[in-house]
């Protein structure tokens, strides 16, 4: 197990609690977001690599537009990897929620970006109303 934090690779690894002379400490790994590199996390064949990608990039988004260019880029290099539908289905719900694109326009841009590449047979996209867990 690790806990993954966006900050710096100096923060505690670890936590302890004392009470009534009674101490426990918790050692743990610590992924620090900001120490990963970009490039290497978009080359990876790995899943977990384009999942922590996309919280990088959801940690340096101030803006939406920023959250749609991140969001096509993501769904781009998932168009490429050879993973199976349901694997690419179920990761880009998960990508798609890290990021939360929430400007009505740029969703539909993105929307209809998605479903292009739906139709080539790159992504499976589920409609919202299928989903297990609709977006807000």
């Not at 690779?9 to 609690?17: A, D, G, P």
């Not at 993501?74 to 990897?81: A, G, I, P, V």
Request: hydrophobic share 35%; aromatic share 10%; proline share 2%.
């Amino acid at each position: 197990m690790a806990i993954i934090t966006s900050g710096h690779s100096k923060e505690e690894r670890f936590y302890s609690h004392s009470h009534f002379g009674t101490k426990a400490v918790y050692e743990y790994n610590n992924l620090v977001l900001a120490d990963l590199d970009d490039g290497e996390l978009r080359e990876s064949d790995n899943p977990i690599d384009l999942a922590l990608y996309a919280a990088k990039c959801a940690l340096k988004a101030k803006e939406e537009l920023q959250k749609f260019n991140y969001l096509r880029t993501l769904l781009n290099l998932l168009s490429e990897r050879g993973w199976g539908k349901e694997d690419k289905r179920d990761l880009l719900l998960f990508l798609e929620r890290i990021i939360d694109l929430k400007d009505k326009e740029l969703e539909k841009q993105y929307t209809e970006y998605r479903n292009q590449l739906n139709k080539e047979g790159k992504i499976v996209y589920i409609p919202l109303g299928e989903r297990a867990c609709p977006r807000n």
